[in-house]
């Protein structure tokens, strides 16, 4: 039923649920993993009010490539006894968006995502990632509270 499954993971409680729940299913039917972090780079409007430099901004992004890394690796530590296919992806960009983005682009028939990640405040303001790829999927999708 499902022989790829997209699992978007931020180092959040939720996301390792959600992972769980994705390593839980993806043994029942037999199906490939594919998990992906997303980065959101220093760059949108809301930081031209802060006075920072482009060296300043282009550091910030880095340290945010090395911390997805590091959430890779850590999925890769707790799927080392997955039997089926794990496929690891760092993005960069809007979260919502380069999780549809990838799940198209994989071929992958569900999507497993915490209902709550490390967003905080922006979370508020914006909507919740999971919200906003619960709506425009065209693929099912499982919230993992």
Known sequence: ???????????????WRALDQA????????SE???INVIQPYNNAALLAVPFDYA???QGNSELEKIGDKVLCLA???LAEYGNAVEYVLEVGHPS????????????DA????SRGLSGIAE???GSVSSKVSQYATIPVLIVK
Do not use: Q, Y
């Open 76 to 78: 890769k530590e707790k």
């Open 33 to 35: 993993l594919v998990v």
């Open 124 to 126: 508020l303001l914006l």
């Open 23 to 30: 390593t839980t299913l993806g043994r029942k039917f037999d």
């Open 97 to 108: 968006e380069r999780v549809l983005s990838v799940a198209k682009k994989h071929g992958c």
């Open 1 to 15: 039923m499902f022989k790829k499954i997209l699992v978007p993971i931020d180092g959040s409680e939720t996301a």
């Open 56 to 58: 300043t901004i282009n």
């Open 111 to 114: 999507i497993i995502i915490g």
